[in-house]
């Protein structure tokens, strides 16, 4: 699936541009989940056999490092005679295919952005847990399904808009809060075009893979398809009629920002690299990739001002709120005929204490999935309050598509973007694929 060719260049970037943040073997104010006391040694004596977990994530780098840590202190110190068998495969989503298909899913596992999409059948509720009445709202939604199951523990949302460099906004004397469509946001980006005589550009594309231009385009649609009361998306997750002509016109929006320069001129083979090093050096506004690619960006300079900000619309979609993009970061389940889902639910419980959130959402630079619970997250803690009465929106491909649409529809936008393709063409091809894929489901 190429929104995974996606994340592996963010995260290759991230490991060459940042240090693996440290944490302590134990994360302080942690406290066991309960149960009968006594070591395991005591529990085996007394007849109580070890409950081994098998514990399916599908986190890399940075987050896998300090999982395996927090893992590993639960080992040690639980009194409930669990050990869980933590791993990471590279080939987590064709490995949760094969086992959906069998029905013999780990107890635990990462529900990857498919919590509710994928993998609601075979999910226990978590409904009545100890720190289900705490979860932000924002993530709520997406993670709970139409009859009111909660699917997963959501330790970190991916809750993103459009990030941009501060220093460049304001020299330009554009105000983030004026640019609620897409209107005056590219009134903004022709102000900026226009006043840096073209040594600025307004934003920047790291288009050399399509999977990144299919980002920008998937964001489009959330907010503005996704985020419109009147749009019907609703009728994709069941095969019913859909405006396809709406597809159509977010491709034509994103057309015409390339033909107005509005692009860097090189937006179809420059890297993400390129996107970090004109964003350091003040020529570019926007970019759009996600806040680890700026949190990367301030790791080679410090003294970089930059912030997020929703993603503007198109009213003429219906859409008339301004929005974040959101979806699952950092997100476990339970398998609901796993013989051992109170033991579960133990684990869960422990990774949804305050420390442990904390120091996987650092690891990921996104917020936590908890109201009660603020990451560290440095300059970007002002934004995340700014925004926080904002509308948040899940990604549209794994809110409303079948898995395995996200490759074309990348591949059809970038075609669009380099002229071989017409926004009508690109539609068609999208929603021919969205058609075989959603039969064969």
């Keep these: 699936m190429r929104r995974k060719g996606l994340h592996v260049i963010l995260c290759l970037v991230l490991t060459a ?27 085996a004596a007394t007849g109580q056999g070890e409950i081994k977990l098998e514990f399916l994530s599908c986190e890399t780098d940075e987050q896998l490092a300090v999982l395996k840590e927090i893992i590993n202190t639960y080992n040690e110190t639980n009194t409930d005679n669990i050990t869980v068998e933590l791993t990471a495969p590279s080939d987590y989503e064709n490995l949760m295919k094969t086992k959906m298909a069998a029905n013999n899913l780990p107890d635990i596992f990462g529900t990857h952005g498919w919590a509710v999409r994928r993998y609601d059948e075979y999910l226990y509720d978590l ?15 997406i993670i709970r399904d139409s009859d009111g199951k909660l699917c997963a523990l959501p330790i970190a949302q991916a809750n993103e808009g459009i990030q941009f460099n501060l220093d460049v906004i304001e020299k330009y004397d554009i105000d983030i809060h004026d640019l609620e469509t897409m209107e005056k946001f590219e009134a903004a980006l022709e102000k900026i075009k226009t006043e840096s005589g073209g040594e600025v550009v307004p934003v920047y594309m790291a288009g050399s893979d399509a999977s990144i231009i299919g980002f920008f385009m998937n964001s489009l649609a959330a907010t503005n398809i996704g985020g419109s009361p009147v749009s019907g998306a609703d009728a994709l997750t069941t095969g019913e009629e859909f405006d396809w002509s709406q597809i159509t016109a977010v491709l034509t929006e994103l057309k015409k920002m390339a033909d107005n320069g509005y692009l860097n001129d090189d937006y179809l083979t420059a890297q993400v690299p390129d996107m970090i090093q004109a964003i350091v050096e003040g020529r570019c506004a926007f970019i759009y990739l996600g806040n680890a690619v700026m949190t990367a960006a301030s790791a080679t300079a410090p003294d970089l001002r930059w912030g997020f900000m929703p993603y503007p619309t198109m009213p003429e979609l219906g859409c008339t709120e301004p929005a974040l993009v959101n979806g699952e970061k950092i997100t476990y389940g339970i398998w609901k005929d796993s013989e051992n889902v109170d033991a579960a639910r133990k684990v869960l419980e422990y990774l949804a204490q ?51 649409v996200y490759d074309t529809w990348a ?22 694929e969205y058609d075989r894929l959603f039969k064969a489901e």
């Design 17 to 43: 541009m940042l240090a693996v943040p440290g944490c302590s073997s134990k994360p302080s104010g942690v406290t066991d989940t309960g149960g009968p006391a006594g070591t395991k040694e005591e529990n």
């Design 127 to 141: 409904s009545n847990e100890s720190w289900a009445s705490e979860i932000d709202p924002a993530i709520e939604s």
């Design 354 to 404: 305050e420390e442990n959130v904390k120091a996987l959402c650092a690891a990921v630079f996104a917020p936590s999935g908890f109201l009660n619970i603020e990451a560290d997250l440095g300059s970007l803690n002002e934004y995340y309050t700014m925004w926080k009465d904002v509308k948040n929106v899940g990604q549209f491909d794994r809110t409303y598509m079948p898995n395995g």
């Design 411 to 432: 591949d059809a936008t970038s075609k669009v973007l380099m002229g071989s393709y017409t926004p009508d063409e690109a539609t068609d091809l999208i929603k021919a």
